[in-house]
Structures are given as C-alpha cells and as structure tokens.
C-alpha cells in the first residue's frame, strides 16, 4: 500500500519561506498527477499546485509566482517551495497522488487510486 509523508511545515513569519516534502513510499513503479492542496480552519480543501509526471505544473491564482511545485520521480518525491508567505497561507497543507501503479510481494501490478498525506501545520505569523 503506498503512504505519502509531509514534512517541512512549521510556523513562520509573513514574507519568509517554507519548503514542503512528501514522500511516497511502498512498492511503486510510477505514480501519475501529484498534487498540494491546503485547508484553513472552517474551510473546505482547496488546490494549491499540482505536478503531472511530465513535470507539467498548476496553481491556485493564489500562489502563482510564490510557490514552485517540483518533483523528482527517481525519489518518488514532490516538493512545494513557498516563498513570500502571507498570514492567509495558514493552514493543513496535504500531499496527493492520484494513481500509483504498485508491484505487490504477491499478486499482479495494481492501480492505488486518491492517495493523501497526513498533512502539514503551515502557520505565517508574527
């Protein structure tokens, strides 16, 4: 079963920088779209950038300019520079892969379909 882990968040203040890491794990062969997407306190999960495997990126009109989606599939790896930050950054930010074809120890090669994080505590304050 594939399991992404953030890390990287923390508290920070307005115009300073974070770097977000999630690693996916398991016995993966190739994983498809990889995505960041965030959720503020009494409000809905929103995207944030997305990253196809061809290295193709997506963002919130939000974060357009400040936070570069990157990702390095020899480490099953996807990142979110966050620069500039703004107190209207903070929230959960979480870590998605839509599809992840596995190698299981026994059985054929699968399909892992929405696969999320545990999520990351980013807070920009003073």
């Known amino acids: 079963q594939v399991q992404l882990v953030e890390s990287g968040g923390g508290l920070v203040q307005p115009g300073g920088s974070l770097r977000l890491s999630c690693a996916a794990s398991?016995?993966?062969?190739?994983?498809?779209?990889r995505g960041w997407y965030r959720q503020a306190p009494g409000k809905q999960r929103d995207l944030v950038a997305t990253v196809t495997s061809t290295l193709f990126t997506n963002y919130a009109d939000s974060v357009k300019g400040r936070f570069p989606i990157s990702r390095d599939n020899a480490k099953n790896t996807v990142y979110l520079q966050m620069n500039t930050l703004k107190p209207e950054d903070t929230a959960v930010y979480y870590c998605n892969a839509d599809r992840a074809l596995v190698e299981p120890m026994k059985g054929p090669r699968k399909y892992e379909y929405d696969i999320w994080g545990q999520g990351t505590q980013v807070t920009v304050s003073s």
């Open positions: 398991g016995s993966i062969l190739s994983i498809g779209l």
